[in-house]
């Protein structure tokens, strides 16, 4: 700690106030962030309630109009040199979200924050380039739809990803010309604020992307109840989305969920079984704190102990330890709260009748929040840890003997954020595909997405889908206009 309003971490410099119309903003209460790799305090945040939310919203609601009337390639340009700034900055954003939720810091230097980059690229691209329809002639009639932004977008995100998730809302949300309030974890905040600098940096105006601090309760539920908000974006648990849901009905805000799932990965008999074996073990990646993973390994009896005796001996090969070392696979869960949900899910498993043919505990000789890759057999149907989300490294194995029954399996859930399906035969591919209830099919493949490309949840896994056109659906206010033929003083061709 430099002193109250700064904190060193992995030698990047973070603000821990609130950033609100342009300008850091303090607060008396603290909100404590612990590492996950270590469990070591790494900074003291400002905690921000009603208070900071309301000057927020407020700064938000004055920074609207005239970020609204900005002509769509100058806020597209402006939301360039944010990617620009955010691409400068990938080895600090990196290595500060390690350090803050415990994730690979070579997936977020390869991966994720090149991503998040790509966020604000490909939106300010979009509303520039592709937003807007060809007038409809109807009768003489000229219609011409347009998409007006929305007002004050409020964005609640979770720890799991949390720079990536957030801008994955904040790029088009802006790019539409909306202003943004932005709520982020707190078990992960450090990266929002230095996404607050980068903003700044890069021209956007003050009160255009404001960052309110705070725990869920506190910060967050203020936000979703504030009547100057116009669209609220959550990411995050199915219980939190209820109370989100009821602040947005009481305010009449539309929203947007993405949450949970449990997500199956069905492997027939006819699959390229090296592809099964790796798509497995992949669902272990960031311990298995992913919405869209398969933990629901679900495969055709004819291969299953064969293709088990394989997944289990590659997975025991996944190196578990510190999230910053190159070598690492798996890391820790990001709190002692979250392990101990992790274990307590794995306990009842096994209390249950399940068994446990690889890992099924903590990682004793590392300590601290390491779950060791768990695999899990024999759940009774209908058992817990085959239909709630764990959200940590524990996979289930369940067997099918025909397609019918394969779909019928991945189908049994009340989520439906994702489906994997591996097969060598495309008529299958076509055929059990359709019938998947899910927002996001992969087959043969997994974690591919163009961000032209719808993203949502079916069941309780969602409310919309975003990604493209569908996120500017959601962040403005789509109007038709229609122009009569007739009633012009002069000529209607001249
Ligand atoms: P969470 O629901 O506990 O918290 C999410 C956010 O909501 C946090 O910022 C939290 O402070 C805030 N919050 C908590 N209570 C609130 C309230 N009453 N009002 C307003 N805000 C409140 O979720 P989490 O544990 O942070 O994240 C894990 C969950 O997120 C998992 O269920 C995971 O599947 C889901 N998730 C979904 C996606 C997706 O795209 N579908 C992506 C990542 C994570």
Known sequence: MVDDTTAQVAGVSVDLRHWIGGRRVASTGRFVDVSPIDETEIASLHAGGATEVDLAVQAAREAFPAWAALPVAERSAILRRVADGIEARVEDLAQVETRDNGSLLRSHRRGVMPRVAMNFRFFADYAEKELGHPDLDVRGHRERISYDPAGVVAIITPWNAPLMLASWRIGPALAAGNTVVLKPPEWAPLTASLLADIMHEAGVPAGVFNVVQGTGLEAGAPLTAHPGINRLAFTGSVPTAGRVAAAAAANIVPLSFELGGKSPLVVFADADL??????????????????????????????ADAFLERVIAKARNVRQGDPREEDTDVSAMVSRTHFERVSGFVERALADGARAVLGGGPNDDLGGLFFRPTILVDAPAGSEILTEEVFGPVLTVQ???????????????????????????????ERVSHRLEAGTVWVNCFFVRDLGAPFGGNGKSGIGREGGIWSFDFYTDIKNTVFSPTGWMESAHG
């Open 274 to 303: 090296d592809l099964a074996v790796d798509l497995a073990v992949e669902q272990f990646d960031n311990a298995g704190q992913v919405c869209l993973g398969a933990f629901r390994i679900l495969v055709q009896d004819t291969i």
């Open 399 to 429: 067997t099918f003997s025909d397609e019918e029954q394969a779909v019928e399996l991945a189908n049994d859930t009340r989520f439906g954020l994702a489906a994997t399906l591996v097969t060598g035969d495309r008529a299958r591919a």
